[in-house]
């Protein structure tokens, strides 16, 4: 049965949205709207406020009998049937809506074409949303030209469809469009021209993530009013010093990542420019906010003249081939807040003038050839992630990021940087990645390390440390962190579609009053952990913990508190001079999927409880001084080589070949073998240069677990 939405007289303006409620396998809607009375009698009524009510009702979806029923609300304004099952027969039904002004199908069951002549009625429609279905092609009977008729139309969203590029040039006949969102469909090869060309009111045209190439068409340049371009993830190969889009005077956001574009940073060609004023002398670029010229093949040097954008919030300019030294007057735009430069080919100092920039929250000048020493003011207030790994820098940490409460990532792996990890470490009270591998960093581990409560990676393999390893050091939590997870911020423009923009009161939001809605990278971290070489990404890093302090001169036994970090799942503390013995408390690592301790002077049994960890996929204690039977070939330990136990002369039992019934060398004998591996010194020349491969291949937040 259809419960006839309830109205008094044309007060009914809104019909919010219907989407399907399962009970037992009864399908039925839940429809909410405004202008509702007490008079209504459905069979269950839930008040939400004054003049607003939700309504069950049953709806058989073999028959369009309830639809012809909502088809008589002659004043409805703004229907939403988004998220539901519906086909394209459901557009047949609404030709009496004659008000209505916004119709929201997105995420239905939509497929292959949409008839036209289904639309005709709706001749006030301002916003037509049939994004992320399965369609196609627009057709009708009585040629294209019938769709003339959607004349008001000025919001067209299609995104994550199946359009090809010839969508584009029918939709020259809706001259009052302002918004056309075509992200994600089946658009390739070349825009050819079209009455899209001539729209004199567009101001946004989204043609991201679709496979179009060559260059664009020169008609380009007649979209007067365009104040948005997203041209990201295609596969676009013009140089835009000759694009047309030169000749878009109004254009404050053009998004161009992702494409073969060629451009010199000079941008000499963009010299109309009234909002986006790259010209000749680039400091017009007043109201530049955002400049997005990342995974291109830009070459050049940055000019100073680009650092008189006062308003410029965020750079990306990765993956490019921008060459020469970062600019000092950099150190003037106090509005910087995300710098993102990594992988090209910048040099010489960080300049000193980057200590000024305290609203800077992201820097990433990783995978360049920067020399010199951090700058001891750097020390942004809000600063959270600093990336400068695989560069040249040289000196000691001395006082950059002294004391700072914000920081949540420091990655200075792969440089040259040396002396002692400051005892100021532990005042970073968020900081939940720490990677100083490959550096020469040397002096003991600092205790203030274990006030870190929020540390979950940290890497210090590969440097000179020396000592014991801190007793304290299970006092990291290894808490996982959204900061961690997403770590550079990005910005993508959207108009905000939801109907409730209409309950507040207001007529439709034009593009002039659309957003740029804020979100994340999820950033992409490798690990080499388990022999290979993993990408971890967004969340799955917020399960990904690990303490690498390979390769380095500690000493001392392994502290019994370090199984208490039941949340950790790789640990490397090979090629090191570590005795005593196997922590017994290891059998708390209950996630530990990564144990390596292979490369030390450990002696003892292996304790037998470590069968009980379930998880773990690597394991080895080779070449050590261990004694004994190896554990039983139970769970993940039935699935360990022998390489896993070789080296140690004592230790006998399956999958080693030595069986535990035979002699034990007598003690003159194990006073020779011991008296060798004096002489051979603690570490395996030749196993260590083995292993090499492992660290040759660095990236972003790349930890050596082996």
């Not at 918004?179 to 004199?200: A, D, T, V």
């Not at 496979?211 to 140089?239: F, H, M």
């Not at 100021?424 to 009270?429: A, N, P």
Request: proline residues 5%; charged residues 15%; hydrophobic residues 35%.
């Amino acid at each position: 049965m259809f419960v006839d939405p309830v109205y008094s007289g044309d007060s009914q303006k809104m019909l919010i949205a219907i989407i399907p409620v399962y009970s037992g396998d009864n399908q039925k809607m839940l429809i909410a709207h405004y202008s509702c009375t007490s008079s209504m009698e459905p069979v269950f009524v839930h008040s939400e406020g004054k003049n607003k009510c939700k309504i069950i009702v049953d709806q058989d979806f073999k028959t369009k009998a309830g639809f012809e029923k909502l088809a008589k609300l002659s004043s409805l304004e703004n229907l939403d049937l988004s998220d539901n099952i519906f086909n394209n027969s459901i557009l047949s039904t609404l030709g009496g809506l004659t008000s209505l002004k916004s119709l929201y199908l997105g995420y239905n069951g939509l497929t292959g074409t949409i008839h036209v002549d289904d639309l005709k009625h709706l001749k006030n429609l301002e916003k037509l949303d049939i994004s992320y279905n399965e369609l196609d092609s627009f057709v009708t009977h009585s040629g294209f030209q019938r769709v003339s008729v959607l004349g008001k139309i000025k919001v067209l969203d299609l995104e994550f469809n199946l359009f090809n590029s010839s969508i584009l040039p029918s939709l020259g006949v809706l001259s009052s469009l302002k918004i056309i969102n075509l992200r994600s469909n089946n658009m390739s090869g070349s825009l050819h021209r079209g009455g899209w060309c001539e729209l004199p009111y567009l101001q946004e045209l989204d043609l991201s993530e679709n496979d179009l190439k060559g260059s664009l068409p020169s008609c380009v340049g007649n979209l007067t009013s365009i104040r948005l371009l997203d041209l990201s993830y295609n596969q676009l190969n013009e140089n835009l010093t000759s694009s047309p889009i030169i000749n878009l005077a109004a254009l404050e956001y053009l998004f161009v990542s992702h494409n073969h574009l060629e451009i010199p940073i000079s941008l000499v060609s963009f010299y109309n420019q009234s909002k986006l004023k790259i010209s000749p002398s680039i400091s017009n670029l007043t109201e530049l906010s955002w400049l997005f010229l990342d995974n291109n093949l830009f070459v050049g040097e940055l000019p100073d003249s680009l650092c008189t954008l006062s308003n410029l919030d965020s750079m990306y300019i990765s993956n490019n081939q921008f060459s020469g030294r970062l600019p000092r007057l950099m150190g003037n735009m106090s509005n910087l807040t995300h710098v993102v430069m990594f992988s090209n080919h910048f040099e010489g100092p960080i300049p000193v003038e980057f200590c000024k920039l305290d609203n800077l929250e992201s820097l990433d000048l990783s995978e360049n050839n920067i020399s010199g020493t951090i700058p001891s003011c750097f020390n942004p207030s809000r600063i959270k992630h600093v990336h400068l790994n695989r560069n040249s820098l040289r000196g000691s940490l001395s006082g950059a990021f002294y004391n700072n409460s914000s920081l949540v990532s420091l990655d200075l792996s792969n440089n040259i940087l040396s002396g002692k990890i400051p005892r100021w470490i532990g005042s970073l009270s968020i900081l939940s990645i720490l990677l100083l591998k490959s550096n020469h960093f040397e002096g003991e581990i600092p205790v203030q390390i274990c006030q870190l409560k929020k540390l979950s990676m940290l890497d210090l393999s590969q440097n000179t440390f020396s000592g014991r390893i801190p007793t304290c050091l299970h006092d990291i939590s290894s808490d996982s962190s959204y900061e961690k997870s997403y770590l550079t911020p990005t910005f993508r423009p959207a108009v905000d579609y939801s109907p409730w923009n209409f309950v507040k009161g207001s007529n439709f939001l034009g593009p002039h009053e659309y957003e740029l809605h804020f979100a994340y990278v999820q950033q992409q971290t490798l690990f080499t952990t388990k022999h290979r070489s993993y990408s971890y990404k967004g969340n799955i890093l917020d399960y990904m913990s690990g303490v690498d302090l390979s390769c380095n001169l500690l000493t001392g036994e392994i502290p019994a508190g370090i199984g208490n970090l039941s949340e950790i799942r790789a640990l490397n503390l090979s090629h090191n001079n570590i005795s005593g013995s196997i922590p017994a408390t290891f059998s708390g690592l209950k996630q530990i999927e990564s144990l390596d301790l292979s490369y030390n002077s450990l002696s003892g049994g292996i304790p037998p409880q470590l069968i009980e960890l379930g998880s773990l996929a690597v394991f080895s204690v080779a070449h050590n001084d261990l004694s004994g039977t190896t554990p039983d070939q139970k769970a993940q330990f039935a699935t360990f080589e022998a390489s896993s136990y070789e080296g140690n002369p004592l230790l006998c039992g399956p999958p080693l070949p030595k069986s535990c019934t035979e002699n034990v060398p007598t003690p003159t004998r194990q006073k020779d073998l011991d008296r060798q591996g004096e002489d051979d010194g603690f570490l395996d020349t030749e196993a260590f240069y083995t292993i090499l491969p492992y660290f040759s291949k660095v990236d972003a937040y790349n930890l050596v677990l082996l």
